[in-house]
């Protein structure tokens, strides 16, 4: 048999270890368990998932069920209506209007036109509505949401957006015809309420309480 205490082997023991190669020789020592490896395991087509992982091959990819996310289910569903996006701006006042077919539903920031502060300038607002008439704003609804800036800032940037969205939804989903008679009657009452004002208040210089005004002077 195989002497533990020499490092060479007799020549039967040498034939005897060759045939039972096969077997485990245990010298005293246990041989410490190895924890099994974790598997992992693909669902396809609705299958429970095996005990050993599956290859993705070209094969059997193709019957993987993928689920649309919902935000591709909502995307599709907004591409069905007829919608157009535009913005107004004022100083440093941003508004985005969301104009889509409707019932005649307009809000700013979530809540109604009627109710957007400061009340002594809510009149600005509804300008667009009274050039044109109610009846242009039967068939659509605008969302406009607006940040930056200061009241009178914000007031002037949401009637743009909502003058321009408008626009925009007859241009593209009615026709050029009245389109143009909307712009016209924006443009003879107030050309702001398609062009943006690029005017900025001058920066006060030194020597005077402001941009042009100078400190009273003395020669005596």
């Not at 979530?110 to 400061?118: A, E, F, H, K, M």
């Not at 607002?125 to 930056?148: C, H, M, Q, S």
Request: proline share 6%; net charge positive.
């Amino acid at each position: 048999m195989w002497d533990k205490t020499k490092s060479t082997v007799h020549g039967k023991d040498l034939q005897m270890l060759q045939a039972t190669s096969k077997c485990s020789i245990n010298w005293g020592h246990t041989k410490r368990a190895r924890p099994p490896s974790p598997t992992f395991g693909i669902s396809i087509c609705g299958s429970p998932a095996r005990r050993r992982h599956r290859p993705l091959t070209f094969d059997n990819l193709r019957f993987l069920h993928v689920e649309p996310k919902p935000s591709a289910i909502i995307s599709a569903n907004m591409a069905a209506v007829p919608s157009v996006q535009c913005f107004g701006k004022k100083k440093t006042a941003t508004a985005v209007a969301h104009c889509k077919q409707g019932r005649g539903l307009i809000k700013v920031n979530g809540q109604p036109i009627s109710l957007v502060q400061p009340e002594i300038l809510r009149f600005k607002v509804y300008e667009p509505l009274l050039i044109v008439g109610l009846d242009k704003f039967a068939n659509v609804d605008i969302r406009v949401r607006v940040t930056g800036g200061g009241h009178t800032s914000q007031i002037y940037a949401i009637r743009q957006a909502i003058a321009k969205a408008l626009i925009a939804y007859y241009q593209k989903y009615v026709d050029e015809h009245s389109k143009n008679q909307l712009k016209q009657a924006f443009v003879q009452f107030d050309r702001t309420l398609l062009v943006a004002d690029n005017r900025r208040a001058e920066p006060k210089k030194f020597g005077g309480p402001g941009a042009r005004a100078r400190f009273q002077k003395s020669y005596r």
